[in-house]
């Protein structure tokens, strides 16, 4: 009765907040009519993808484009059309290099220790997060009651903003933190997470997976629970042991969400940036430096300013994504064909 | 009591407990206090007063010294409890310090100074919640501008996305035409670009524009939404096309079919969207950070990022606006979280 009644109340209120919006569609009527009338419908679609595919063309297509010409330029200049030709010097500043194998020889060796940093910490953190998403999705796909509940438990952080992922575990991580608090409680000497360059990056990996595992585990939750049913009752009833139904059913059946979920984690890990940003500043010295963190420094902090640079190190990164998502691509592609999900 | 514990510990089939139920509960159950437990331990931290907040080992409820007037003194004095040699107790105010030795008074009798080793008191404690944390920064700040700017960044962005993501949907699904598929790649192209691969030509685009150190430039790059489209396209695959065949017979024009007819039939799509736009342009944080260089135009999280950069971190003011800003995720978590699990599940989007 009570639920009629708001969803009345707010149906009369949206009714309300809608009629000046409704009145202005209808005022676009006729002028819309007249293009109609005169185009056809050809005009009308290209009327109704125009706004969305105007602003992807000038704020995504256009300037990946000019991210080509951009990384071929020097200088400070903000328009391309001011900026000097200097064909791929940029790209060879780069990969200008004493020896390739220690990173202190390089010109630009805060971008190698940005590389190093994000591949150590893709490896680390995609490790740790296709594990951790993997168990709780299994744990979530046992016979739980309120398991829409439980599920919402481990989602909650994928919803916080990267800045108060960063804050509240600033705050936890300090040196007079909550977690300091608990090691002193059970006799541990407290450790300085933030500031002793280890602890720091496996603050910095351990965040990023509290903040989004809950994410991937909904996703290989929903592959588990598309196994059939029966296919469980018929080991059982062979008398399969649970560990080998693990891996004989679950994990190959599981497999392609299992895939797109290592995919995603990677994609996701290569541009990591905003929450470790908050949370470590790229600190303590650049032990948390990644490359996203690099390209926005070099593009736009004003000691180490070089557009052009900056454009080339994206440009490097967007290829490594590329093939990324290619591959994403194709697994999905591949799962389509088999008509699984 | 062992009736108790097996009614607890039964399980459905009668089957007995094995080592995977043990560990199910110790993951729910520590996922519970881990997931939950920092946003918690923030709010909680928010109440305190920067005394409070500096104390080791930290309380769990936020408690202040009492204060006392007491008379011949302009400031209210703090309130101890102080055992003297005989082993009574008495609760005397601080007049000052001195090394170990405090100065109190009695303050029913505040002609007498009495002398008191520091080891022998212990301050009088009340709980109480440091509200002013919240209110300082939204008024003496600039936090309620900056509230503002998120409100005003997020409803228009979201405005906008549904707009223009669903008539982008309407033409994708609706229409025959050459080079519908060419439209299709090219959305599918734009979500292998990530804004950090674009960052750098996309500001000047934007300075361009004249929309530096302006709302718009933060609004308008992020709402040709690919995602937005792929999930309106879909559910509009679904809308028969009778439906619309027939509106064209009854005169009317492709704008109506689009407002009055499928627009309508769109709505649980429209809604899961507008829910996600929300989440994702509330968080937004890296553009509105290069975008944004004049304070008064700050979002919340660009603004929250620059008062934790300072060099003295005001941490009571901190996590009193960090709760500020979670509070319309927390409540979307509340009320909508199932629609946006189930849109994941059913998707595998973000």
């Not at chain 1, 439980?150 to 575990?169: K, M, T």
Request: net charge positive; charged share 15%.
């Amino acid at each position: 009765m009570t639920a009629q009644a708001n969803t009345s109340i707010a149906r009369r209120a949206g009714a309300i907040i809608m009629a000046p919006v409704a009145l202005l569609a209808r005022a676009f009527d006729p002028p819309l009519r007249m293009l109609q009338k005169f185009g056809g419908t050809n005009v009308m679609a290209a009327f109704f993808l125009a706004p969305n595919m105007l602003i992807f063309g000038v704020f995504v297509l256009f300037p990946l484009a000019v991210n080509i010409a951009y990384s071929m330029t020097g200088g400070n200049a903000l328009f391309l059309t001011n900026r000097e030709f200097v064909g791929l010097d940029q790209y060879e500043r780069l990969f200008d290099c004493g020896n390739y194998l220690d990173r202190q020889t390089c010109r630009e060796d805060l971008f190698w220790t940005a590389v190093w940093n994000t591949s150590s910490f893709v490896v680390l953190q995609v490790s740790l997060m296709v594990g951790v998403a993997l168990v709780t999705a299994l744990v979530l796909n046992r016979d739980l009651k309120a398991r829409s509940f439980w599920r919402a438990v481990f989602f909650f952080p994928v919803l916080l903003s990267p800045v108060v992922v960063g804050l509240i575990w600033r705050w936890i991580l300090q040196r007079q933190g909550l977690l300091n608090f608990g090691l002193y409680e059970l006799g541990f000497e407290p450790v300085n997470w933030l500031v002793e360059r280890n602890w720091a990056f496996a603050a910095a990996v351990g965040v990023s997976v509290w903040a989004h595992v809950g994410f991937y585990a909904l996703i290989l939750l929903a592959g588990l629970q598309a196994i059939p049913k029966e296919l469980y009752e018929a080991a059982e009833m062979d008398g399969t042991k649970p560990g080998r139904v693990f891996w004989r059913i679950t994990l190959p059946l599981l497999m392609p969400n299992l895939l797109v979920v290592l995919v995603l984690t990677l994609i996701r890990a290569v541009q990591i940036f905003d929450e470790v940003y908050v949370l470590t500043g790229g600190g303590p010295g650049t032990s948390t430096l990644f490359l996203t963190q690099y390209i926005y420094e070099v593009g736009f902090a004003s000691h180490l300013r070089n557009p052009g640079l900056a454009s080339a190190a994206s440009i490097l990164m967007g290829l490594v994504l590329i093939v990324l998502t290619l591959f994403q691509l194709g697994i999905v592609r591949r799962n389509d064909r088999r008509g699984g999900k | 009591m062992s009736r108790v514990s097996s009614f607890l510990l039964r399980r459905r089939g009668g089957t007995r407990w094995d080592w995977t139920d043990v560990f199910t509960w110790f993951w729910l159950i520590g996922g519970f206090i881990l997931m939950f437990g920092p946003a918690a331990w923030l709010v909680n931290s928010s109440f305190k007063t920067p005394a409070a907040l500096a104390e080791f080992p930290p309380t769990l409820l936020p408690y202040v010294t009492e204060l006392v007037q007491v008379d011949g003194y302009d400031n209210a004095l703090p309130l101890y409890e102080v055992t003297d040699e005989n082993g009574d107790a008495r609760v005397l105010a601080e007049v000052r310090r001195i090394g170990i030795v405090a100065q109190m008074v009695d303050p029913a009798n505040p002609q007498e100074i009495i002398k008191v080793s520091i080891q022998d008191r212990t301050p009088r404690r009340t709980v109480s919640f440091a509200t002013e944390n919240y209110v300082e920064p939204l008024v003496a700040n600039d936090f309620l501008r900056y509230l503002w700017n998120s409100v005003f960044v997020t409803v228009m962005a979201t405005i906008i996305t549904l707009l223009t993501n669903s008539m982008a949907a309407f033409a994708l699904s609706k229409y025959q035409f050459r080079g519908r598929s060419t439209v299709m790649m090219l959305i599918v192209a734009t979500l292998m670009v990530p804004l950090s691969v674009i960052i750098v030509p996309l500001y000047s685009v934007i300075s361009a524009m004249g929309l530096f150190n302006s709302l718009w430039g933060v609004i308008l790059p992020t709402v040709a939404t690919p995602t937005g489209v792929f999930m309106l396209r879909q559910y509009m695959l679904t809308i028969p096309d009778e439906l619309i065949d027939a509106a064209r017979m009854d005169k009317a024009s492709e704008w109506q079919i689009y407002w009055r007819i499928v627009l309508p039939l769109t709505a649980p799509a429209l809604a899961v969207l507008a829910i996600f736009s929300v989440v994702w342009r509330w968080n937004d944080f890296l553009w509105p950070l290069i975008v944004l260089s004049r304070r008064e135009l700050y979002t919340l999280q660009v603004g929250l990022n620059t008062y934790a950069g300072e060099l003295n971190v005001q941490w009571h003011f901190i996590l009193a606006m960090t709760v500020v800003t979670m509070i319309p995720v927390v409540l979307v978590f509340i009320f909508l979280q199932r629609f946006i699990t189930t849109g994941i599940a059913g998707a595998g989007l973000k």
